[in-house]
C-alpha cells in the first residue's frame, strides 16, 4: 500500500503563487508515475500535471507556463509550484502516486483558493 498527504494549500490572490507538497510512504519502490489533479465545485476531476520517475512532465495545457511539477524520488514527494495564479485555479488540488499495473493512489486533497 502507499500512502499519500498533500500540503501548501491555501488563499491567495490572482497573480500570487503557491507550491504544494505531496508525500508518499509505504511500498514507494512500486511508484512509476505521480502528478497533481484537480476538482472544482461542479466539475470533473482533472489532469493538472505528471511527472514519471525518469522526470518526464506534462501539464493541462491551462496551467502550461504557469505551473511547475517537479520530484524528489529520494525522499518520495513530488511538489507544484503554482505561479500567476488566477480565480479559474481554485479547485481542491489532488496527488496521485501511480504503479506500472495502474494501480492508483489518492490524497485527501489540499483547498486552493485564488481571490480577484
Known amino acids: 500500500q502507499v500512502q499519500v498527504v498533500e500540503s501548501g494549500g491555501g488563499l491567495v490572490q490572482a497573480g500570487g503563487s503557491l507550491r504544494l507538497s505531496c508525500a508518499a510512504s509505504?511500498?514507494?519502490?512500486?511508484?512509476?508515475?505521480m502528478g497533481w489533479y484537480r476538482q472544482a465545485p461542479g466539475n470533473q476531476r482533472e489532469l493538472v500535471a505528471s511527472?514519471?520517475?525518469?522526470?518526464?512532465?506534462k501539464y493541462a495545457d491551462s496551467v502550461k507556463g504557469r505551473f511547475t511539477i517537479s520530484r524528489d524520488n529520494a525522499n518520495n514527494m513530488v511538489y507544484l509550484q503554482m505561479n500567476n495564479l488566477k480565480p479559474e485555479d481554485t479547485s481542491v488540488y489532488y496527488c496521485?502516486?501511480?504503479?506500472?499495473?495502474?494501480?492508483?493512489?489518492w490524497g485527501q486533497g489540499t483547498q486552493v483558493t485564488v481571490s480577484s
Open positions: 496521485i502516486a501511480v504503479r506500472p499495473s495502474g494501480t492508483d493512489f
Open positions: 509505504g511500498s514507494t519502490y512500486l511508484i512509476s508515475n
Open positions: 511527472i514519471t520517475r525518469g522526470g518526464s512532465t
